[in-house]
C-alpha cells in the first residue's frame, strides 16, 4: 500500500471521529456524559488532522529533497570563491576539467596545487578552456569584472607558461561567451552561471557530487564536453612540441 493511499485512508479515519464528536457534543437533552466524549473525540480528531497535515508537507518534501539527491547535487553556495577546492585540489589524482574567461583566480591559488599534483600522478588528465582573450566576448567580460584591458591576455600566458612542461595538459580557447563556469575535481563538480549583471566571484555555485544516475552531473559533463569540441585552439606541453594552433591546423574532437 502506497503512502498516498495511507494518508487518504487516515484522513477517512480522522474525518469520522470528528463527526462522531460533533454529534455527541450536540445531542438534544443534557448528557453528562455523552458531551465530554464528544469534546474529546473532536480534539483527537483536529490532533490527527494537523498530523495529516503535517505528513502530507514532510511527504512533499521528502520527495523534492529525493529529487535533488539524484541528481547529484550536493550543496548550493551564493559566492564563488569556496574553502572546499582547496581541500579537493590538494587530493587531485585523475581529472580536472575546468572553464573560465581567463582562469586569473586559478592560477593564483592553485598554480603550486596542480604542478605538484601533476608531477605525483604522471597520468592526470587536465582539461582548460578559455575564451579566446582576443575576442570582443572576452573585452565585454573585462568590463564587467571591472578590469584593466588586456588582463585576460596577460593571464592566459601565465597559465600556459606555467604548465607548458606538462604533455597531460590540454588548453583550448572559445570563440564565445562562456554561460557557465564549470570546475571538477576527480568526481566533484563545481558549476555556476556567469551574470553579465555582475562579477563572476559573486554568482551562485552548485556542488555536484558524480554517481551513476547523477543526472545533473552528467548535464554538466556533456555540457563541457561540447564547448571542448567547439574550441578554436589547441596547446599541449612543450613534450609535445606544439604550442598554440588554430582549428585549421587540427581535428575537432
Not at 27 to 47: K, M, N
Not at 131 to 148: F, M, Q, W, Y
Not at 190 to 203: L, N, Y
Amino acid at each position: 500500500m502506497s503512502i498516498r493511499t495511507k494518508l487518504r485512508i487516515y484522513t477517512i479515519f480522522a474525518a469520522l471521529i470528528l463527526l462522531v464528536g460533533m454529534v455527541l457534543i450536540f445531542l438534544p437533552g443534557e448528557s453528562s456524559t455523552l458531551r465530554p466524549i464528544g469534546t474529546s473525540l473532536v480534539a483527537s480528531g483536529i490532533v490527527i488532522v494537523l498530523d495529516i497535515i503535517y505528513k502530507n508537507i514532510v511527504e512533499e518534501h521528502r520527495e523534492s529533497l529525493d529529487a535533488l539527491l539524484a541528481s547529484g547535487l550536493e550543496a548550493i553556495y551564493n559566492r564563488r570563491d569556496l574553502d572546499k577546492y582547496h581541500v579537493l585540489m590538494a587530493s587531485l589524482s585523475s581529472r580536472l576539467d575546468i572553464a573560465g574567461y581567463s582562469l586569473r583566480n586559478f592560477y593564483e591559488s592553485f598554480r603550486q596545487i596542480l604542478l605538484d599534483r601533476l608531477h605525483d600522478h604522471p597520468s592526470l588528465q587536465v582539461r582548460i578552456l578559455v575564451v579566446d582573450p582576443g575576442c570582443t566576448h572576452s573585452a565585454a567580460r573585462e568590463k564587467i569584472e571591472r578590469l584593466v584591458p588586456g588582463t585576460f591576455q596577460k593571464n592566459i600566458e601565465q597559465l600556459k607558461e606555467a604548465l607548458r612542461d606538462h604533455p597531460t595538459v590540454t588548453i583550448r580557447t572559445l570563440q564565445a561567451d562562456l554561460t557557465t563556469m564549470v570546475f571538477r575535481i576527480d568526481t566533484t563538480m563545481f558549476v555556476g552561471p556567469q551574470f553579465q549583471s555582475a562579477p563572476s566571484k559573486s554568482a551562485v555555485t552548485l556542488e555536484i557530487k558524480e554517481a551513476r544516475d547523477a543526472w545533473l552531473f552528467r548535464a554538466y559533463e556533456r555540457e563541457f564536453d561540447h564547448l571542448w569540441s567547439k574550441a578554436s585552439g589547441i596547446y599541449f606541453g612543450r613534450r609535445n612540441r606544439c604550442r598554440f594552433w588554430t582549428l585549421c591546423a587540427i581535428p575537432s574532437i
